[in-house]
């Protein structure tokens, strides 16, 4: 809890800092583009408290993704279920964000992302009430209808890059885009750090309790927040395009996430699997409409192309990371290997990962001023590549994985930073929250197939053979360096 509480407290330095520095650049933001001009007017909050409840809001949602990771046997054990259904208290955040972040996206581009946000953040808070609640009474259904409504509250991240892109100076939005996007790992990597700590000191409930609190926070932060009129004549919501969307996400990472439980060749697995076949009707659908869901001539572009294929194979190597370290370190040493950690114990060896990624999120902008975006993310793929093929052969001790640790998580704040920024030059500003929204929903299917891969990988044994977790961190470091080559792709600017 303690990590948390420290990285909430340098936001608020952070934005602080960047509202004195921003004071001085007000008169230039006036003669830039209608959201910047609206944001230095000087009606409503500041710039910097602008950055810092977006920031917040980001961290939160992440928070939330990744908290019940390490301690899903403690809940199965709490709410009476096996090991199998306890899952679904990932699943259902992972369905629903998939589901809520490309539609509040578009929502936000074409309504105002103020109102969308709201609305996410509240879902947030009362999906966090309910798991704490739920969980406290030993209510299984209760706790994951509180997952769901906290994945409902993934359409935050597209939100944050829209109103930082109207709301922020522009000479200053390189920064806060950066940290925007390094706060999804920053984010999963705390969630990580704070459950074995938070669950026992208070209780397995007050995993909950944290999230709820900065949700209400950024409530009453972004209602502070002057939001300027949708555009005239704004186009209604593709209906049909979201309902095809939806269905082909909801079956893709169901089929991902539940595939290895249910068989990969069973009926549930293959039939879930052929409902995202519906994904064909959504593009013939968006490309027959006059006011389609998402542009697809967007995605078809090569620079958007390019980054999103780049952004399936690192949120593969990341998510494949956080699921096989906490795994083998609570490895019992009888083993012949692991640490028998405990819950508690794979928080704080996780803890040098989570700093990197806090210390490298800024080093990412004065980088790519100097080298490039693109540079940026793929030498920050490349490090990530030769950090996890670091893992497979350095792990016999657990200063190994602290170090091996901060190296991975300086390379995926470097990957995450810069994509953000290459990601908003890559779009006009009307499609930003679109655009960024499906990027993010990437993030999620890679790291579903990441996850699935190193399970499949590693095997079902409740102790598998060393050599497997060794075979796992070399195929993890193989995906990610196809993310480097992916990125190299993409032209400059």
Known sequence: MWVMAAIVAGLAALGRRFRQRARVEVTDAR???????????????????????????ALAVAYAQAVVVTVLPVFAARLHVDVVAVTWLLTAFMLASG???????????????????????????????????????????????????QGLSGGVFPLTFGMARRHIPENRLPGVV??????????????????????????????????????VAVVVGIHA???????AGASSVDIVGAALLSGTLVALLLGLSQGRGWGWGSPPTVAVLAAAACGAGFVARERGTAAPLIDLRLLAGRDLGVLNIATLAVGAGMFAAVTLLPRFAQTPTSAGYGFGASASSVGFLMVPMALGMVVAAPMSR????????PTVFGGGAVLGALSLAGFAVLHAHAWQIAVVGAVLGVAYGLVFASLGNLLIAAVPPADTGAATGLNTVLRTVGGAAGAQLVAVVVGADRVPAESRYTLAFAVSAFVVLLAAGAGSGRRSR
């Open 225 to 231: 927040v002057p939001e300027p009129r949708p555009a």
């Open 31 to 57: 003669g830039g583009d209608p959201g910047h001009a609206d944001a230095a007017s000087g009606r409503g909050v500041g710039p910097g408290v602008v950055a810092v409840v977006l920031l917040a809001a």
């Open 366 to 373: 004065r980088l790519a001023g100097r080298f490039g975006g």
């Open 99 to 149: 589901v809520a972040t490309p539609l509040a996206g578009r929502l936000g581009d074409l309504f105002g992302y103020r109102p969308v946000l709201v609305a996410c953040a509240g879902l947030l808070v009362v999906g966090s009430v309910l798991g704490a609640v739920a969980t406290a009474g030993g209510w299984f259904p209760g706790v994951v209808a509180g997952r769901v409504l």
């Open 178 to 215: 950066a940290a925007l996007s390094a706060m999804f790992g920053v984010g999963g990597a705390v969630g990580t750090v704070c459950a074995g700590p938070i669950l026992d000191a208070f209780g397995i409930e007050w995993l909950f309790w944290p999230v709820a609190a900065v949700g």
